[in-house]
């Protein structure tokens, strides 16, 4: 059982450029997150989906973009990205908050813009 | 803004001693959970109280939820060093699925 797959691991891009950093979950959940965590900041929410199909802004979208492809998948853009978006990137997916439902969450994707 | 904020930023003890945090929180709350993360991992679930809990216990983990004074605290027994890492906790913000995260206690035990 993989959980929480995200892809890719490390990635170094330069300012301006776009990138889409990708996530699956194997665990029929309906709910998925995209955190960035920076030093000192903790988690910080960019984007979620509470079911396929929907999509809501968290507390720092800007810059970027996501899409539910379906119940597994769950993707995050960046369309031209800024140092400012150097960070970790942490996808996540909950059978349902509301039902007291954990959060599961994969590796990360270390992002750094130059 | 984060909903959780937890308190120290960070704590350094001896193995066997037992560790506190302490997570307050802003608005209500339907559930309050506390996350570990190791360093450069995702995090991991520790465990969950609900609003209508007042503690909770897992292995040497002891939670405790004050809703009048919203604010949780995660007491860890009997400390090892394999338990240094980050400690979070989460609450729901406002009435959806946006979970929201403290910005953690660094936690080091010393063998």
């Known amino acids: 059982n993989a959980g929480v797959t995200q892809t890719p691991k490390f990635q170094v891009l330069k300012t301006g450029q776009s990138m889409t950093l990708q996530c699956a979950q194997d665990?029929?959940?309906?709910?998925m997150y995209w955190y960035r965590q920076d030093p000192g900041m903790g988690l910080r929410l960019i984007y979620y989906?509470?079911?396929?199909?929907?999509?809501d802004k968290g507390e720092v979208p800007n810059g970027y973009n996501v899409s539910r492809l379906n119940k597994r998948e769950f993707s995050l853009r960046l369309e031209s990205a800024a140092p400012s978006q150097t960070s970790v990137y942490f996808c996540?997916?909950?059978?349902?908050?509301?039902?007291?439902?954990?959060?599961?969450f994969g590796e990360g994707s270390w992002l750094t813009v130059v | 803004s984060q909903q959780g904020e937890e308190d120290p930023q960070a704590l350094s003890i001896q193995e066997g001693e037992n560790a506190t945090m302490n997570c307050s929180y802003k608005?209500?709350?339907?559930?309050l959970q506390w996350y570990r993360q190791n360093s450069g991992r995702g995090l991991v679930h520790l465990i969950l109280?609900?609003?209508?809990?007042r503690e909770k216990h897992s292995g040497r983990l002891r939670v405790t939820l004050d809703t009048s004074k919203k604010s949780s605290s995660l007491l860890i027994t009997a400390s090892r060093a394999a338990d240094t890492a980050s400690y979070f906790c989460?609450?729901?913000?406002?009435?959806?699925?946006?979970?929201?995260f403290g910005a953690g206690t660094r936690l080091t035990v010393k063998p």
């Open positions: 665990m029929n959940h309906n709910s």
């Open positions: 608005t209500s709350i339907n559930n």
């Open positions: 996540a997916s909950s059978g349902g908050l509301y039902s007291g439902n954990t959060i599961y």
């Open positions: 989906s509470a079911s396929e199909g929907t999509t």
């Open positions: 109280i609900r609003s209508n809990e």
């Open positions: 989460a609450t729901l913000n406002g009435g959806n699925n946006d979970m929201r």
